[in-house]
């Protein structure tokens, strides 16, 4: 009877443990607005849930979400390599409503978003190279970006804005389908701009400027660059 209540006493202990270090790794808090998830370091995200994604660099890293709470525990976040992923697994399913996604990291060089959402960084971003992808009818808007290099792919209606603090030594973007770029609001030595369908792209280049158009898209650009421009269908290439 005693070595039958030491064992459960033990397993209560262990169990006790194990829930305490669960809980610890990945809710630092919860209540019935949201939760925030204690996750490894990441140095760039993708989301493919439709939320509403707000990013600022900072030495603290969070990630915190909000929403309805059965919306919040189909949500998954995990960190492969540098990247946080934030996703569902299973079917698809109707969300109850609209899930808003905090982060801040120290470093970020990808940012990925697959669907309707929208992934907002309004605070000043300092990296050596910046990569968005963006796939589905959601959008970027990184209002001040400090970078040597920035390059961005849509995939669908999507659209990107971008807002530079400094001058950026190279540009690249993709537009395959009806997307829009918005880039004309910082400067780059040199860029390249592949459209493919009919979306539009908007660039301020200094030095040199390629452009590969296939459709009826259109490749606006401010500054005076060189440049090597291939035309097949009836888009355009034009100063602003």
Known sequence: MKSTSKLLLAFSGILAFLLAGSLISFAPWQDEKGEERDLPVFKGFSVSIPADVYYTQD????????????????????????????????????????????????????????????????????????????SGSGSFIIQQLNAKSLSGRISGSGNMTVNGGSELSEIDFSISGSGDVNAENFLAKQGSVKISGSGNCSVNVTERLEGRISGSGNLYYRGKPMLDVVISGSGKARPI
């Open 59 to 134: 030495k603290t890293q969070r990630v915190i979400l909000e929403g309805d709470p059965d919306d919040l525990a189909r949500v998954v976040t995990q960190v492969e390599g540098s990247t946080l992923k934030i996703f569902t697994r299973g079917f698809s399913f109707r969300w109850n409503g609209k899930v808003k996604v905090t982060l801040s990291s120290a470093e970020c060089q990808f940012m990925e978003l697959s669907g309707s959402g929208k992934i907002v960084s309004e605070k000043p971003l300092n990296t050596n190279a910046l990569d968005l992808r963006l």
